[in-house]
């Protein structure tokens, strides 16, 4: 792997990460169930993203 695909993904990692927090801060903001149950499924969703991401470094 390039150093500049390293890059990318260091960057892909770091941006899965923000939204991962994201979602935790979103969650914690939130009361209505429906919607924390919603952020939790996109939470769960962007760390298979980073978990396949991680695997390529």
């Not at 792997?1 to 994201?22: C, R, W």
């Not at 969650?27 to 169930?33: P, R, S």
């Not at 969703?45 to 396949?52: G, K, L, M, N």
Request: hydrophobic share 35%; with cysteine; aromatic share 8%.
């Amino acid at each position: 792997m390039s150093p500049k695909e390293l890059s990318y993904l260091e960057d892909a990692l770091s941006h899965e990460q923000f939204l991962k927090n994201q979602c935790d801060s979103a969650m914690n903001a939130l009361n209505d169930e429906q919607l924390i149950s919603c952020v939790k499924e996109l939470k769960e969703t962007h760390q298979q993203i980073f978990d396949s991401l991680y695997r390529l470094v």
